[in-house]
């Protein structure tokens, strides 16, 4: 049995430490102590440098109870959305959440709180467990960062757990590729008032894009947004740049391809169809376009070693858990990637990414009591 006021209580400190991305030092610190305390050797990678922020990822490595066994991962993220700094939790009955000024954090905060809570428990019931990795990564919210820059090749785990979703009856074994784009759509700046006919108005491109641009829900396994927008300087200026920003993310390579170029070539047609000549000069409108790849695509077999050790540990808890697809990307994207075959399970977290975010911590106890028959079973395959 896990302690339910103590990992509630940890939650709740997890949550009033703020760490939004890039920003993680304090809960990265105080998750290093608690991890030592638990008989770690803890290291705080250099993720942070190479992402501009002012913490790593915390790596913590603890020692198994059986020999030989081979090493497991958990994994939850240290970072937060915005707004999410000075978080005031409000506890009604089971649910948390806040005066809605801050995002409460559950995401992720629940995930750490549930790795921590069950090491713990491992240890004082002497449960025979093997050797843990956990990656309290940070960067999560702003593109994976804090996992891509895991370096995995000093780890020694082969599979393992992300606890970054909702509902603890799922797990999330599937998950989309994702392109980020940004588009620059350069037009003429000219006197509105003076010389409109010298100018050509990016905005209006932008905006004869953007109607004939297919976005939202494009089928079962696609999905597009363009986020942000930006240009133009006053109104008596037509402007000559305006800045796009959005996502295609998709199950399928094909189809994430096809309508990343989709919308890169409605820009690029509704700016084909501009020109001015002043003074003799030419001026065409362009379209600046670029293409990254955020995340890839994950698909873990139900047939695999982890999702199979948490579907029998549920089935011995009389818990029937569904594998599931997800329509966005978390870190496990980004290890399956890395060699290490892991899915997402759920930790109560709800509304999230948005003020309104709530966790029922029943929830929560239930994703911690279900981890901890997980590493149970996972010690005993392993001792056998
Ligand atoms: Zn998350």
């Known amino acids: ?55 790593g990822n915390v790596i913590a490595r603890f020692p198994g109870t059986i020999p030989n066994a081979p090493s497991i991962m958990m994994s939850a993220h240290m970072d937060t959305v915005v707004p999410g700094e000075g978080v005031k939790p409000i506890i009604e009955g089971d649910i948390i959440r806040t005066d809605e000024s801050t995002v409460p954090g559950g995401d992720d905060k629940s995930g750490c709180a549930v790795i921590i809570e069950v090491i713990r428990c491992l240890q004082e019931q002497n449960i025979p467990h093997t050797p843990i990795e956990a990656i309290f990564s940070i960067c999560e919210e702003v593109g994976l960062l804090g996992a891509k820059n895991v370096d995995v090749s000093k780890l020694k ?31 003429l700046e000219s006197h509105a008032g003076v010389a409109p006919e010298e100018g050509i108005s990016a905005i209006k491109i932008a905006a004869e894009g953007l109607v004939n641009m297919k976005l939202g829900r494009i089928d079962e396994e696609t999905t597009a947004n363009i986020g942000l927008i930006s240009g133009g300087m006053a109104t008596n200026i037509i402007p000559n740049l305006v800045v796009l920003n959005g996502e295609a993310r998709s199950h399928s390579e094909e189809k994430l391809e096809a309508q990343t170029q989709h919308m890169k070539k409605c820009l690029e047609d509704a700016a084909a169809k501009y020109e001015v000549t002043v003074a003799g000069k030419t001026t065409k409108a362009s379209v600046e376009s670029h293409i990254e790849r955020d995340y890839s695509s994950m698909d873990v077999p139900d047939s695999s070693h982890v999702v199979q050790l948490v579907i029998q540990a549920a089935k011995r808890m009389g818990l029937d858990v569904k594998t599931m697809a997800s329509g966005g990307g978390c870190d496990a994207n980004v290890f399956n990637r890395k060699g290490i075959e892991c899915a997402n399970l759920g930790t109560g977290m709800r509304a999230i990414h ?12 239930a994703a911690a009591e279900m981890t901890l028959e997980i590493m149970k079973l996972n010690g005993e395959l392993a001792g056998k």
């Open 354 to 365: 948005t003020v309104k975010e709530w966790l029922d911590v029943k929830d929560m106890y």
């Open 157 to 187: 785990a082969k599979y393992g757990i992300v606890f970054d979703s909702d509902d603890p009856g799922f797990l999330f074994t599937k998950g989309p590729s994702s392109n980020h784009m940004e588009f620059k759509i350069h037009g």
């Open 1 to 55: 049995m896990i302690n339910q006021e103590r990992i509630k209580n940890l939650l709740l400190e997890f949550v009033q430490i703020d760490s939004h991305s890039r920003k993680e030092r304090d809960i990265a610190e105080r998750i290093k102590k608690y991890c030592e305390e638990m008989g770690a050797q803890v290291e705080i990678d250099d993720a942070g440098e190479k992402v501009g922020g002012n913490s």
